[in-house]
C-alpha cells in the first residue's frame, strides 16, 4: 500500500540556519509529491510539487525539494530559515485519485 | 487561480445538533472534492470523496450516516455533521480537484472549518 514517512516529528533550528525535512514515500511507481505549510489554525498552503522532469523542484518562500527515486524521498530544503517559517510540514503523495500525507513535522525557530 | 473557499471558517454547536459546512470552487469547475479530518497535532485523514451528481466515497471507518456529503454542483459540496457530539470536534479541510485532462492528481485546499461540540 501506499504510504508516506516523515521520519522526524519535531525540529528545532536557529533563525538563519539550514533546513531539511526528510519524507519517504512507498509506491510502485512514480509519485506525485508534494510539500504543504500549515500554520496554526490555518489551512494547507502548497510549497512546492513534483509531477516529472527535473527533479530538483523549487517553491515559494525560498523553498526547494529533491526527488531522489533510488532513495524514494523528497526532502525539502532551505538554506537559511527565517522565524515565520515555524509551522507544519506536510509531505504528501498523489496516487490515482487519492492523496495521503505524511503525519507531518513540526518545525520551531529559535532566534 | 484555483481557489477554494470553506464556510463558516469556525463554528460552535451543542452536542445533538447538526452542522453543514460548505466547500466551493471559486475559479474552476470541480467534478471531485474531498473532506478531511484533522485532530490536534495530526497529519489529514481522508474522510470521503464526493464526486459532482452521485454519491460519496467513504472512508473505511466513516460514518456515512453521520457525516452526510452532497455534490450537487460542479462548485459546491457540503458536509453536515448530523448529531453531532464532542468527539466530532475537529478542524475539517475540504479539497477540490480539477478536471483530469489539466493538472493530474492535484487538489486545492481550503482554509478548513473548525468545529467545536459542546
Known amino acids: 500500500a501506499q504510504s508516506v514517512t516523515q521520519p522526524d516529528i519535531h525540529i528545532t533550528v536557529s533563525e538563519g540556519a539550514s533546513l531539511e525535512l526528510r519524507c519517504n514515500y512507498s509506491y510502485g511507481a512514480t509519485p506525485y509529491l508534494f510539500w504543504y505549510v500549515q500554520s496554526p489554525g490555518q489551512g494547507l498552503q502548497l510549497l512546492l510539487k513534483y509531477f516529472s522532469g527535473d527533479t530538483l523542484v523549487q517553491g515559494i518562500k525560498g523553498f526547494e525539494a529533491e526527488f531522489k527515486r533510488s532513495q524514494s524521498s523528497f526532502n525539502l530544503r532551505k538554506p537559511s530559515v527565517h522565524w515565520s517559517d515555524a509551522a507544519e510540514y506536510f509531505c504528501a503523495v498523489g496516487v490515482g485519485n487519492d492523496m495521503r500525507f505524511g503525519a507531518g513535522t513540526r518545525l520551531t525557530v529559535k532566534p | 487561480g484555483a481557489v477554494v473557499s470553506q464556510h463558516p471558517s469556525r463554528v460552535i454547536c451543542k452536542s445533538g445538533t447538526s452542522v453543514k459546512i460548505e466547500c466551493r470552487s471559486l475559479?474552476?469547475?470541480?467534478?471531485?472534492m474531498f473532506w478531511y479530518r484533522q485532530f490536534p497535532k495530526k497529519s489529514l485523514m481522508l474522510m470521503a470523496t464526493s464526486n459532482e451528481g452521485s454519491k460519496a466515497t467513504y472512508e473505511q471507518g466513516v460514518e456515512k450516516d453521520k457525516f452526510l456529503i452532497n455534490h450537487a454542483s460542479l462548485t459546491l459540496s457540503t458536509l453536515t455533521v448530523t448529531s453531532a457530539h464532542p468527539e466530532d470536534s475537529s478542524f475539517y479541510i475540504c479539497s477540490a480537484r480539477e478536471p483530469s485532462g489539466r493538472i493530474y492528481n492535484e487538489q486545492f485546499f481550503g482554509p478548513g472549518t473548525r468545529l467545536t461540540v459542546l
Open positions: 475559479d474552476f469547475q470541480a467534478t471531485t
